[in-house]
């Protein structure tokens, strides 16, 4: 549920000082900086006045529905997903991007305005704070046990949905957002 500050409800298009203030503390410290050479530390430790700027800079973002190109841009470093793999295949590598923390923050500020909006099934493990691989593993691993314990057969089939991020019908994701009802604000700020 996201945590809403005394008249942010009567404002849908605003985010309050407070929120960007406790989303800067809950930064991750010694991160590497992005492409802007911007590391948490200068955000953390920056005078208090910086965060009422980013706050209206955020708000007035929201309120346009306007993201600057340096918030869409970064670096992307590949790493190898296991030493004992080869290196000479492309496969092996995910790449992580090193964007802008300001961007990064602004992103934060968002899922705890608007996270209420987003919430997804709980049968869903991926990307979701404290749920993993070893989450879906030990609810599969119940499945079967508790069928082959009460001597059933269990068949598996299963598909690889790794790039079903990048295959998504967006059309159809705006309507989902719309029907729960999502601020326009928040909607414009994703279509654009």
């Known amino acids: 549920m996201s945590m809403m500050v005394a008249g942010d409800a009567d404002y849908p298009c ?11 503390r ?24 910086v965060i009422v700027l980013l706050t209206e800079l955020f708000s007035s973002m929201l309120r346009h529905a306007y993201v600057p190109n340096g918030f869409c ?35 934060l500020c968002l899922l705890e305005r608007y996270s209420f ?34 001597g059933s057969t269990v068949h598996l089939c299963t598909f690889d949905v790794s790039k079903a991020f990048d295959k998504v019908n967006h059309h159809s994701l705006f309507l989902t957002l719309m029907k729960r009802e999502v601020p326009k604000c928040f909607l414009n700020l994703l279509i654009n």
């Open 117 to 150: 909006y987003l919430r997804s099934s709980d049968l869903q493990f991926g990307f979701k704070k404290k749920l993993g691989c070893n989450n879906a593993i030990f609810a599969l691993r119940s499945v079967v046990d508790y069928y082959t314990c009460r």
């Open 26 to 49: 809950s930064m991750k410290l010694q991160k590497t900086a992005g492409f802007d050479g911007i590391e948490p530390e200068h955000l953390v430790f920056a005078h208090p006045v």
């Open 73 to 107: 841009s970064g670096i992307v470093i590949p790493l190898p997903k296991g030493k004992s793999g080869n290196l000479m295949d492309s496969s092996n590598y995910r790449g992580i991007n090193l964007g802008s923390k300001i961007s990064k923050l602004f992103e």
């Open 14 to 24: 605003h985010i309050a000082v407070e929120t960007v203030d406790r989303c800067l």
